[in-house]
Nanobody
C-alpha cells in the first residue's frame, strides 16, 4: 500500500519560518497532483496549496506571498516552505497525493497522518 509521511512541524514564534516535507512510499507508478491541507481546532479542513506534476501551483489567498509549494518527482516528495508565519496559521497540516498504482489512468486519493504547526509568542 502507499503511505505518505509528513515531517517538519514545530512550535515557532510569529514571523519565523518552517519547511514541511511529505514523502510517498509503496507501490507507486506515478503521482499526479499533490497538495497540503490544514485543519485548525473547531474548523473544517481546508486546502492550502497544490501542485501538478508539471509544477503548476495554486494557493489559498491567506497564504499567497508567504508559502511556496514544490515537489521532487524523483524522490516522490512534496514540500511546503512557510515564511512569515502568523498565529492564524496554527493547525495540523496534512499531505495529500493522487497516486496511480499502474499505467491505467486511475488515481487513489492518499492522505498522511498530519504534522502539527503551532505559531505562538
Amino acid at each position: 500500500q502507499v503511505q505518505l509521511v509528513e515531517s517538519g512541524g514545530n512550535l515557532v514564534q510569529p514571523g519565523e519560518s518552517l519547511r514541511l516535507s511529505c514523502a510517498a512510499s509503496g507501490s507507486i507508478y506515478r503521482i499526479d497532483d499533490m497538495g497540503w491541507y490544514r485543519q485548525a481546532p473547531g474548523k473544517q479542513r481546508e486546502l492550502v496549496a497544490r501542485i501538478t506534476p508539471d509544477g503548476i501551483t495554486y494557493y489559498v489567498d491567506l497564504v499567497k506571498g508567504r508559502f511556496t509549494i514544490s515537489r521532487d518527482n524523483a524522490k516522490n516528495t512534496v514540500y511546503l516552505q512557510m515564511n512569515s508565519l502568523k498565529p492564524e496559521d496554527t493547525a495540523v497540516y496534512y499531505c495529500n497525493a493522487k497516486v496511480r498504482a499502474s499505467p491505467l489512468p486511475f488515481d487513489s486519493d492518499i492522505w498522511g497522518k498530519g504534522t502539527l504547526v503551532s505559531v505562538s509568542s
